[in-house]
């Protein structure tokens, strides 16, 4: 999120301050994905309480310099007035953008080839996020388009916006619609939304990251109750090989003074 306090304290300070204890987990990577909580919105920053957030066109220069190649949409941050307008700006620059603010799965995946390995993302927004809502998306259609996808890309990851703010634990919907996805072909599931770190679970031959967290946000002090958890969050780092199949490795980070991104602790090291 580069708006709000996060935009200005990114004018103040500058952005190389904020990312240069993470930047080279970001640069060691093949394909670098994340969650854009807050679109493009021109010169000024905007926010529109209580959820929706818009950060000013300079910040883009952040996202290039911490090396994304592609941004998910799909959150209840991003206005849907605003998607079109930061698509655009995204692409631009080489960035490839997907999912769209709207309930369910958007839209075609966006199919990426690295290093002779085919990657196929998908991306959806699930709020609430509850057995009604998700019976809606398991329908049989939707079954045979995963596997569909899954049969001519050698990996599938699912970038999903759903779960319970502030949970640390992923609840009971999140958890069966997760099982379903790796059943039908996904081989990854991310999660975001929540703002807390919820658990990286293996399941079958997928891997399920419920919540990723924060990565820069600044809900310091806006959020009191959650006893710092909201200043906390995940990187998740992935190796694959099309015979040998996958690895992970879990880097922990901390969000300081609202703006700056730092290395809590690593786990799970490959």
Same mark, same amino acid.
């Given at each position: 999120?580069?708006?709000?306090?996060?935009?200005?304290?990114?004018?103040?300070?500058?952005?190389?301050?904020?990312?240069?204890?993470?930047?080279?987990?970001?640069?060691?990577?093949?394909?670098?994905?994340?969650?854009?909580?807050?679109?493009?919105?021109?010169?000024?920053?905007?926010?529109?309480? $209580?959820?929706?957030?818009?950060?000013?066109?300079?910040?883009?220069?952040?996202?290039?310099?911490?090396?994304?190649?592609?941004?998910?949409?799909?959150?209840?941050?991003?206005?849907?007035?605003?998607?079109? #307008?930061?698509? %655009?700006?995204?692409?631009?620059?080489?960035?490839?953008?997907?999912?769209? $603010? @709207?309930?369910?799965?958007?839209?075609? $995946?966006?199919?990426?080839?690295?290093?002779?390995?085919?990657?196929?993302?998908?991306?959806?927004?699930?709020? $609430?996020?509850?057995?009604?809502?998700?019976?809606?998306?398991?329908?049989?259609?939707?079954? %045979?388009?995963?596997?569909?996808?899954?049969?001519?890309?050698?990996?599938?990851?699912?970038?999903?916006?759903?779960?319970?703010? #502030?949970?640390?634990?992923?609840?009971?919907?999140?958890?069966?619609?997760?099982?379903?996805?790796?059943?039908?072909? @996904?081989?990854?599931?991310?999660?975001?939304?929540?703002?807390?770190?919820?658990?990286?679970?293996?399941?079958?031959?997928?891997?399920?990251?419920?919540?990723?967290?924060?990565?820069?946000?600044?809900?310091?002090?806006?959020? %009191?109750?959650?006893?710092?958890?909201?200043?906390?969050?995940?990187?998740?780092?992935?190796?694959?090989?099309? %015979?040998?199949?996958?690895?992970?490795?879990?880097?922990?980070?901390?969000? @300081?003074?609202? #703006?700056?991104?730092?290395?809590?602790?690593?786990?799970?090291?490959?």
């Amino acid at each position: 999120m580069l708006g709000r306090e996060v935009g200005r304290r990114l004018d103040r300070y500058g952005y190389k301050k904020a990312f240069e204890r993470v930047l080279s987990s970001l640069h060691q990577a093949d394909l670098a994905i994340g969650n854009l909580e807050a679109c493009f919105s021109g010169d000024e920053t905007q926010t529109i309480e $209580p959820l929706t957030f818009f950060a000013p066109n300079r910040q883009l220069i952040a996202l290039l310099y911490l090396g994304f190649d592609v941004l998910n949409l799909a959150n209840n941050h991003c206005s849907p007035f605003a998607v079109d #307008y930061s698509q %655009k700006l995204l692409n631009s620059v080489g960035i490839l953008t997907i999912g769209s $603010p @709207v309930q369910g799965f958007d839209g075609l $995946p966006i199919q990426i080839n690295r290093n002779g390995l085919k990657v196929a993302i998908i991306s959806g927004m699930l709020l $609430p996020t509850t057995k009604q809502n998700i019976i809606k998306i398991m329908q049989p259609s939707f079954a %045979k388009s995963l596997q569909k996808i899954a049969a001519v890309n050698d990996f599938v990851v699912a970038t999903i916006h759903w779960g319970d703010e #502030y949970a640390n634990i992923p609840n009971t919907a999140q958890q069966q619609l997760a099982h379903w996805l790796v059943h039908n072909g @996904v081989n990854f599931v991310i999660g975001h939304h929540p703002h807390v770190v919820q658990p990286v679970a293996e399941y079958k031959n997928g891997l399920i990251a419920y919540s990723l967290g924060n990565f820069i946000f600044d809900q310091e002090g806006y959020i %009191k109750t959650t006893n710092g958890l909201t200043e906390r969050g995940l990187m998740l780092r992935l190796r694959l090989h099309k %015979k040998l199949g996958w690895s992970k490795q879990e880097i922990a980070t901390c969000i @300081v003074d609202r #703006y700056q991104v730092d290395y809590c602790e690593t786990q799970n090291k490959l």
